[in-house]
């Protein structure tokens, strides 16, 4: 059998896996198309349906290119997709979808787990899939809701157009990494009202025709510069920090057994932080190719300069200077927040954090260590909530105080993280377990203990909380 072509067979790389490369190919060469995209297929040069046919035809190139035969597997949950959302009643069409393309995800997560035995890269099919889920269900929760009905009746049609649909879900923009965005933002994008709304909003004028605003839109490429800046320091604190401080020696025996426990708990909490720049990379990448194309305009900030983070995934500087465990969600995978709240946490008649939380972890995969994640998460974020109510009043009396409390409650967020996140980036049953045994029990006590695997798991949580 042909492999699928990659880069690497022309120019070896040391530091990145061919997947990788071919990933890092194609999102250089959607930000090139994205600026032609923007310049050259603009609104006022080139039709919408010319404008969805090119977006989706080169979204499909890139999937067949980075994953080959595997790319079927999510042009097929698109198209089942779409047949529910033409023939199904609108009152259901979002419970079909969501079981259909969770389920779908779902087989394909488990045959990832049979079929590479743990040993799958970060960039395999399922992360499109991934993101292809979200936006199935996201068009399909607002058609449910009404919110896409502006726009589609106002063309008489009772269902997106399959151009419409496919391009929605396929384009190059956000085929490989996403993110998911509103569906009404991205049409209205591709036909060249994305920008004068958002203006017509700031300065309530509008003095535009045919779908756009005839004044100069905001040039996209000061903040398009700055987001490839922080990608190159990403990209270099990966290959220099991060692949010196691996995930996995948390767990080597030598380590466990031999290391003092203050330099354990440093080595977890260094190499948690070294794990980030490499999801701050891709995203922030992501972030700019859409940026480069005119998608994603926020709107006019408080000084009046052009915002471009409206599908924006994550806030680094809330990420690392997060002093609640609730912060650090708020801003990290942004865009999967908002889809979990939209389709779970606010339709939940109780339970909705529960709930909402066992929803990641399934869309996220069946690794054990998502779900040792995501459900030890549950309590922690609980807690922390009730802590912060409770206490949190009485030390914003002086500043000093509360910058006190603030190192304090940072610190303790930070432990928090090495101690829900480990077992998400271990996987695995065995080396999670190991983590609790020799890690998290001795925040308390210096010697090991010596009971069963269940003990030290809750021992640790308990500590923790």
């Not at 097929?76 to 529910?84: D, G, K, L, N, P």
């Not at 996995?248 to 260094?270: E, Q």
């Not at 720049?277 to 859409?290: Q, S």
């Not at 206490?391 to 500043?399: A, D, N, Q, T, Y």
């Amino acid at each position: 059998m042909v492999d699928k072509p990659s880069l690497c067979m022309i120019t070896q790389c040391p530091s990145l896996s061919p997947i990788q490369v071919n990933f890092m190919a194609c999102q250089l060469f959607a930000l090139a198309a994205a600026f032609w995209f923007r310049l050259y297929l603009s609104p006022r040069h080139a039709s919408p349906l010319f404008r969805h046919a090119v977006a989706t035809l080169l979204g499909t190139a890139f999937l067949i290119f980075c994953f080959g035969w595997y790319s079927m597997h999510i042009l097929t949950v698109v198209f089942a997709s779409y047949v529910i959302i033409i023939k199904a009643d609108i009152n259901n069409v979002h419970r079909y979808c969501m079981v259909m393309a969770m389920g779908y995800l779902t087989v394909c997560q488990v045959n990832r787990v049979i079929v590479f035995n743990y040993g799958i890269l970060s960039t395999d099919f399922s992360g499109p899939l991934m993101i292809i889920t979200q936006k199935i269900t996201t068009l399909a929760f607002q058609l449910h809701d009404g919110k896409a009905e502006e726009r589609i009746y106002a063309k008489k049609q009772h269902r997106p157009s399959l151009i419409e649909y496919l391009s929605y879900n396929l384009n190059f923009l956000s085929i490989l990494v996403g993110p998911c965005s509103n569906y009404t933002d991205y049409i209205d994008f591709i036909e060249g009202r994305h920008i004068s709304r958002r203006l017509r909003h700031h300065s309530g004028t509008c003095n535009g025709q045919n779908g756009y605003d005839m004044t100069p839109e905001p040039s996209p490429l000061n903040a398009v510069c700055r987001k490839l800046l922080i990608c190159c320091g990403c990209m270099l604190f990966f290959l220099i920090v991060t692949r010196s401080l691996p995930i996995i020696y948390n767990v080597d025996p030598h380590f466990v057994a031999n290391a003092p426990f203050l330099t354990r708990l440093t080595y977890a909490f260094f190499s948690i932080q070294a794990a980030r720049p490499k999801f701050y990379f891709a995203w922030t990448l992501a972030d700019a190719v859409n940026n480069a194309a005119g998608y994603g305009f926020l709107g006019m900030d408080e000084n009046g300069k052009p915002s471009w983070d409206l599908i924006c995934n994550l806030n680094i500087l809330g990420i690392e200077t997060a002093t609640s465990f609730k912060t650090f969600i708020d801003n990290w995978n942004i865009q999967t927040g908002i889809w979990l709240k939209t389709v779970c946490y606010d339709r939940a008649p109780r339970h909705r954090l529960p709930l909402t939380f066992v929803l990641s972890a399934l869309w996220h995969g069946v690794y054990p260590g998502y779900y040792f994640t995501f459900l030890t998460a549950i309590p922690i974020t609980m807690a922390a909530r009730a802590m912060r109510k409770s206490i949190r009043h009485f030390f914003l009396g002086s500043r000093g105080v509360k910058l006190g409390y603030d190192i304090i409650t940072w610190a303790a967020t930070q432990l928090a993280i090495c101690y829900t996140v480990m077992p998400f980036l271990l996987l695995a049953v065995e080396p999670t377990l190991v983590y609790y045994r020799y890690v998290i029990p001795t925040l308390t006590s210096h010697k090991r203990l010596e009971t069963s695997d269940q003990g030290y798991h809750s021992l640790g949580f308990f500590i923790l909380v």
